[in-house]
Nanobody, 127 residues
Framework: QVQLAESGGVLVQTGGALRLSCAASGFTLNSYYIGWFRQVPGKKRDGVSCISGRDGSTYHADSAKGRFTISRDNTRNTVYLQMNSLQPEDTAVYYC????????????????????WGQGTQVTVSS
């Protein structure tokens, strides 16, 4: 079955960098969209960065542009989120999720459009 496992979340200082990994199993990336989302208590889950496993096209939220990079390694069935210049407001639980690329609508990085989710990994940025 489809499974996603995030890793890499830690405590980091403001201005630091971090790379999150999302290991996928039960499916191959090249037919799916993979997204990174984040959530803080009391708020909705927001899209951060998403990538098509088929053609590598990407989407980044405004908060991620210029600082975060999403990439995929289809041979390892893994998606990465490189986060640079981290700020305290980036503190959240980060989730990866996936949906069949054929089911993606006009907004490919909306949490409601994703079918399968990992358990999340905590990222804390200290000020």
């Amino acid at each position: 079955q489809v499974q996603l496992a995030e890793s890499g979340g830690v405590l980091v200082q403001t201005g630091g960098a971090l790379r999150l990994s999302c290991a996928a199993s039960g499916f191959t990336l090249n037919s799916y969209y993979i997204g990174w989302f984040r959530q803080v208590p009391g708020k909705k889950r927001d899209g951060v960065s998403c990538i098509s496993g088929r053609d590598g096209s990407t989407y980044h939220a405004d908060s991620a542009k210029g600082r975060f990079t999403i990439s995929r390694d289809n041979t390892r069935n893994t998606v990465y989120l490189q986060m640079n210049s981290l700020q305290p407001e980036d503190t959240a639980v980060y989730y990866c999720a996936t949906v069949d690329v054929q089911r993606v609508g006009g907004s490919p990085c909306q949490a409601a459009g994703y079918d399968y989710w990992g358990q999340g990994t905590q990222v804390t940025v200290s000020s």
